[in-house]
């Protein structure tokens, strides 16, 4: 009920809801002149495809016009990411031009998901030439796919910006949520079939689903995790008014970086994996066989992979939290650690409290990302192909981002509701 009370909340999640649905029925509208059904079983059993198709909710295998989903949109971001972080000039905008310069940035950020996009959708066009329902499919073929599917990414950017304006939760994480929830169904399905057919995989699935449970809530904890570092206002007199000293605290995340590190590290290990299977380079080959959790050797793929995690989880927090700058405005606020110095001396404790707290963070996403994966291999069930670690950290995070914004909204209309009284 104040759910549906709170103010604009109803008619937000009614556009949020019709987005979803909409991008959703795009995924299974085909592009024209494809024999889907030699190019579906011959993607039978990748493990890339199989994890590339999970973000993109089926879309993929089915070759609908939304195949590329939010992906060039995600990848686009992540590359504005990195770009502000090394180009002053970017940097400028987005710290001291107001949203101005964060519209800039915004679309600075489409233009190059609209590259991104192209690039994919041309490389994708080439890859299914092969499966086209005529023999030479011809120069227009290619034209027309690259097409179908660039302007189908850019109508789900445009779906994405739209719900996280006038919806409910950030739009790109949702679209994510949604294609990967639309996955789950047919992997239980499938799994529930297999344990059926052979009673003696009983046993392995409950281990499995046991350990998706218990990493779920120690995900869940570790999202939520934070350290509070205690800070004290000065004291400070205006007028004739004294201010006495103020306590609170200053919030740091176990997990700066979220999801991101994860992504980051799957796609360097998916890259060799890429370039092999279009390329068919032996030495790309033999390198991507020590690179899958499945290959020659797991714990080659498991060091790799930790190492990865680790390096990519001290780079993100280092593009979210900088130490100097909080240093800094703490001595503008008048505010202070207790014990500690302002200033150099802030900065060095900000610093030292991080990399702890990066440390720890990585650990735990480097045991999310490995012990999933070696459950699936020891176990022998490998119906939730692609569904991972990464899988389960943005169900978790969107869910709980969202449920957080829903209840800003009903806060909102309480307090609307008590002025007005």
Do not use: H
């Not at 494809?34 to 059993?45: V, Y």
Request: charged share 15%; glycine share 10%.
């Amino acid at each position: 009920m104040q759910m549906a009370r709170a103010a604009g909340l109803r008619g937000r999640l009614l556009l949020t809801i019709g987005m979803l649905v909409l991008v959703r029925l795009g995924i299974w509208i085909p592009v024209p002149g494809i024999d889907l059904e030699r190019f579906q079983a011959n993607i039978d059993g990748s493990p890339l495809i199989g994890f590339l198709d999970l973000f993109s909710g089926g879309g993929l295998r089915a070759l609908g016009i939304f195949a590329l989903g939010i992906i060039p949109y995600i990848n686009a971001s992540i590359i504005m990411q990195l770009l502000t972080a090394a180009l002053p000039t970017l940097e400028d905008l987005q710290k001291n031009e107001g949203e101005a310069g964060r519209r800039k940035i915004s679309q600075y950020t489409r233009f190059v998901a609209l590259g991104w996009a192209l690039l994919q959708s041309i490389g994708i066009s080439i890859w299914v030439g092969a499966f086209a329902e005529t023999p030479d499919p011809g120069f227009l073929f290619y034209v027309q796919t690259a097409v179908a599917l660039t302007t189908g990414s850019m109508f789900v950017m445009w779906v994405s910006e739209l719900i996280t304006e006038r919806g409910v939760g950030n739009g790109a994480s949702l679209l994510i949520f949604v294609n990967i929830v639309a996955v789950l169904p047919n992997s239980l399905g499938q799994t529930f079939a297999q344990a059926r057919e052979d009673n003696t995989i009983v046993g392995p699935v409950l281990i499995l689903m046991l350990i998706f449970l218990i990493t779920i809530v120690g995900i869940v904890f570790v999202q939520e995790g934070t350290r509070r570092i205690p800070i004290i206002s000065a004291r400070r007199q205006v007028g004739r008014k004294l201010y006495r000293e103020k306590s609170s605290y200053l919030p740091l995340r176990l997990n700066q970086g979220g999801v991101m590190p994860i992504i980051f590290a799957s796609a360097v290990l998916i890259l060799p994996a890429s370039l092999a299977q279009f390329t068919q380079n032996n030495w790309l080959i033999t390198i991507s066989s020590y690179l899958s959790p499945s290959g020659r050797a797991p714990f080659v793929y498991a060091a790799f992979y930790l190492t990865l995690i680790l390096f990519f989880s001290y780079f993100y927090a280092s593009l979210i939290v900088n130490p100097v700058d909080m240093a800094q405005n703490l001595k503008k606020m008048g505010a202070s650690i207790p014990g500690i110095r302002p200033g150099r001396a802030t900065t060095e404790y900000v610093e030292r409290v991080l990399n702890r707290l990066t440390f720890l963070g990585a650990i735990f996403l480097g045991m999310v990302a490995i012990v999933p994966t070696a459950v699936e291999s020891a176990t022998g069930v490998r119906t939730f192909q692609g569904f991972g670690a990464t899988s389960l950290l943005i169900l978790v995070g969107v869910a709980i981002d969202t449920a957080k914004q829903i209840q800003t909204y009903v806060i909102s209309q309480r307090y609307e509701g008590m002025v007005k009284q």
